[in-house]
């Protein structure tokens, strides 16, 4: 409980500007779309990917090229990860921390 107040802080922190503020780690991330966020932020690139997309198909789309660009800046080989676009897209709350924690360890936060 006290790692996902962390990680829920240090998001709230990072996408201040965007004025975004997640309160349900695994409602909030599945679709991709703050994930997209806070890797643009914590990164200063954009990522080319569809801006919001409401079909479960476009949404798995939007998570592979996010999560592909996570897996890069992490150093991460293919089968290294330990989330997918089907854990991250069906909510799987462990899944989902151990890529926020991988980010923030590489970040520093």
């Not at 990917?49 to 998570?63: A, D, I, R, W, Y």
């Amino acid at each position: 409980k006290d790692l996902i107040k962390i990680i829920i802080e240090w998001i709230n922190d990072e996408l201040v500007e965007e004025r975004i503020i997640i309160q349900d780690i695994e409602e909030d991330l599945y679709d991709g779309q703050i994930l997209q966020k806070l890797i643009e932020k914590l990164t200063g690139e954009r990522l080319s990917v569809p801006e919001v997309t409401q079909s479960e198909e476009g949404q798995k789309n939007k998570l592979r090229i996010v999560l592909g660009v996570a897996n890069r800046i992490l150093g991460l080989q293919r089968g290294q990860a330990r989330w997918s676009v089907e854990s991250v897209h069906t909510k799987n709350i462990v899944s989902i921390l151990h890529l926020l924690v991988a980010l923030a360890r590489h970040f520093r936060a």
